[in-house]
């Protein structure tokens, strides 16, 4: 376990868009109820089966500047034209309660994260190879090809940031990423 023996309660998952991070989180909450994960404020407006409050919490960019203004977000960026953040509050609640939380962010916000809770476990998990990532982003067809070229252009800047994390998971398994992510986070199976 990184970061001496004391059990992390904070566990940030970051890695570039298209690797699985969604998928995973959704395995892990099936196998674990008791993992709280954040709902991130976002600015961008849903894709088709996305549920407010389920998926992301969906403002208007003066809320979310609000947000920022007051201090409500642990983090947040700007990401292919949109924002997105984490609520601070929720956060500080559960870790207050001893529950484990996790956070699904990018890259920006683990690193603002890590500045504000140095205790927090940050894991990045990586696609099994670049052509993989890139069959991944283009396949899915909900964007236009400028946002994907620009997705990728972010996933090399992403993926050359691996070394500042505590751990890094290849997602060649979702079965595997998330066992791996259960031990690391002292949850049991």
Do not use: C
């Not at 201090?71 to 924002?83: M, S, Y």
């Not at 991944?136 to 067809?141: E, Y």
């Not at 997602?171 to 259960?182: C, D, G, K, P």
Request: glycine share 8%; proline share 6%.
């Amino acid at each position: 376990m990184p970061r001496g023996a004391q059990r992390p309660t904070l566990t940030v998952l970051s890695g570039p868009s298209g690797v699985g991070k969604s998928t995973v989180v959704r395995e892990l909450r099936k196998k674990h109820a008791e993992l709280w994960v954040s709902v991130s404020a976002t600015t961008r407006f849903p894709r088709p089966g996305e549920v407010e409050g389920v998926h992301y919490h969906f403002v208007s960019e003066q809320r979310f500047d609000e947000l920022i203004a007051s201090g409500g977000l642990l983090e947040w960026a700007e990401f292919t034209g949109h924002r997105y953040g984490t609520p601070r509050e929720p956060v500080l609640e559960r870790l207050a309660a001893g529950i484990p939380v996790l956070l699904e962010i990018e890259l920006h916000g683990a690193r603002q994260v890590r500045a504000a809770m140095s205790e927090a476990q940050l894991v990045f998990l990586a696609p099994p190879s670049w052509d993989e990532l890139v069959r991944r982003l283009t396949g899915r067809g909900t964007e236009p090809q400028e946002v994907v070229d620009r997705r990728l252009a972010t996933a090399r800047e992403e993926m050359a940031a691996e070394s500042e994390f505590d751990v890094v998971l290849i997602n060649t398994s979702v079965q595997e990423v998330v066992a791996r992510l259960l031990a690391l986070m002292a949850i049991s199976t």
